[in-house]
């Protein structure tokens, strides 16, 4: 990873520089946030995530970027086919360095959608005590969504263009494990030297260079139906043989560091009266490395699929999923550099291991080095109590602009 600024070019802004623009351009910031926050805009909710893409396209049009915005169109003959989906967003901002003069290319992956349902905003609009601010999608993530926007802006300010393109793409169903962006993050991240991915930092204030791979699976049990108490021996559970698939993937905890499995959700029989003849389980599973992950996905289907009660018939669905994000030598280099510009910035920043999967993970996944959770500090994410704390806005706006401006071609 080169520093943008060698080879003949200008060199870049100094973080203090980024900083000073940030702080200028806070109120602006926090207003925009209030009226992001105050969007009902689930994943479930597309006119929502289609109001927040409107406010966005304008913003990205307003500071001379390009703008491509692609419709979700369901399609009705999928195994499981996708409710109707916001549009996504995708911005590209040319610079004035290209690739083959050492111009890097660099992707920024925001999502613009929440897991709250209708209503939530009106229940619990923005709010600001002090210097938190709370609000349905606050953390988690409008102020990060932001936060890329405005680093580009810091860096505009400063009069810095000496890189090839910054791409953004803003998703609409991240919350869902990006079912319809995910094709297109990955096609925009295989040309990039970098990517950044603007979750919000952890409440502690650590980034994350690496997050566990994530796998949802469903089980469907098919038994045979009788009636419990005049024939039950013509029956078949399909509850009862969940249960022992739920024991047994429970087992596979721990038997490979880092793996965790939780059947999290049971669905099964009719009445009490009735031997049940369909049950379904909803199975997370995580894993830390791709090795780890693909042994343990692979044994939690042999599990599921051997029955114990006879005459019972399993199917295995892969309903959504990530693969791991490994802290890679690439983005171990970005972390190295994250901290060399928090210290100049004046604070101390540590990158850090998580078990929530992310945008970043299937990036991380093709190779390319990529770093996550560089919006401002906030935690609480998807509950009541979710917050962000907006005196760290102008300090993370500045590290991800000194970044980006930092980056070089691979």
């Not at 806070?26 to 409107?54: K, W």
């Not at 967003?89 to 003069?101: E, F, K, M």
């Not at 992956?109 to 209708?118: N, P, R, S």
């Given at each position: ?173 991240e919350e869902i494990g990006s079912p319809f962006s995910g094709p297109a993050i990955l096609e925009r991240a295989a040309t990039v030297d970098a990517c950044f991915v603007l979750e919000g930092a952890r409440a502690n204030g650590d ?44 087992e596979l905890n721990g038997r490979w560091p880092g793996v965790t499995v939780n059947v999290g959700v049971v669905e099964g029989g009719t009445r009490p009266n009735v031997v049940a003849e369909r049950c379904e389980l909803h199975v ?101 109590s979710e917050w962000l704390d907006l005196a760290s806005v102008p300090p993370r706006v500045a590290l991800l602009a000194s970044l980006i401006a930092s980056v070089g071609p691979a």
């Amino acid at each position: 990873m080169s520093d943008n600024g060698t080879g003949g070019g200008p060199p870049p802004p100094s973080p203090a520089a980024l900083r000073a623009s940030a702080e200028a351009m806070q109120d602006e910031f926090v207003a925009e946030l209030r009226s992001l926050v105050d969007i009902d805009c689930g994943s479930y909710t597309p006119s929502g995530v289609n109001l927040v893409a409107d406010i966005v396209q304008a913003k990205f049009q307003g500071l001379g970027w390009s703008v491509r915005r692609h419709p979700h169109h369901p399609d009705p003959e999928a195994r499981e086919p996708l409710p109707q989906l916001g549009d996504l967003l995708v911005a590209t901002l040319s610079g004035s360095r290209p690739a083959t003069q050492g111009g890097a290319r660099v992707l920024l992956v925001g999502h613009m959608d929440t897991v709250f349902g209708e209503g939530t905003a009106g229940e619990r609009p923005f709010r600001i005590d002090g210097t938190t601010a709370t609000g349905p999608g606050v953390s988690d993530m409008k102020g990060g969504l932001l936060t890329g926007i405005y680093a580009v802006m810091c860096l505009q300010r400063n009069d810095f263009d000496a890189f090839d393109s910054i791409t953004y793409v803003c998703n609409p169903d991240e919350e869902i494990g990006s079912p319809f962006s995910g094709p297109a993050i990955l096609e925009r991240a295989a040309t990039v030297d970098a990517c950044f991915v603007l979750e919000g930092a952890r409440a502690n204030g650590d980034i994350v260079s690496a997050r566990k791979g994530v796998a949802e699976l469903q089980v469907i049990v098919q038994g045979r139906s009788a009636h419990a108490g005049v024939e039950p021996e013509k029956g078949r559970s399909a509850t009862l043989q969940a249960a022992h698939t739920t024991i047994a993937l429970h087992e596979l905890n721990g038997r490979w560091p880092g793996v965790t499995v939780n059947v999290g959700v049971v669905e099964g029989g009719t009445r009490p009266n009735v031997v049940a003849e369909r049950c379904e389980l909803h199975v997370d599973l995580r894993a830390v490395t791709a090795e780890a992950f693909d042994q343990a996905v692979a044994e939690a289907e042999r599990v599921a699929s051997t029955t114990t009660v006879p005459d019972t018939s399993v199917e295995i669905r892969r309903a959504a999923g990530f693969p791991p994000m490994e802290k890679t030598p690439g983005t171990a280099r970005l972390a190295d550099r994250a901290r060399e510009i928090a210290g100049e910035l004046g604070f101390e920043l540590h990158d850090a291991a998580t078990g929530g999967a992310s945008d970043a993970n299937p990036v991380a996944g093709i190779g390319i080095p990529v770093l996550d959770g560089l919006g401002p500090i906030g935690g609480d994410d998807h509950a009541p109590s979710e917050w962000l704390d907006l005196a760290s806005v102008p300090p993370r706006v500045a590290l991800l602009a000194s970044l980006i401006a930092s980056v070089g071609p691979a």
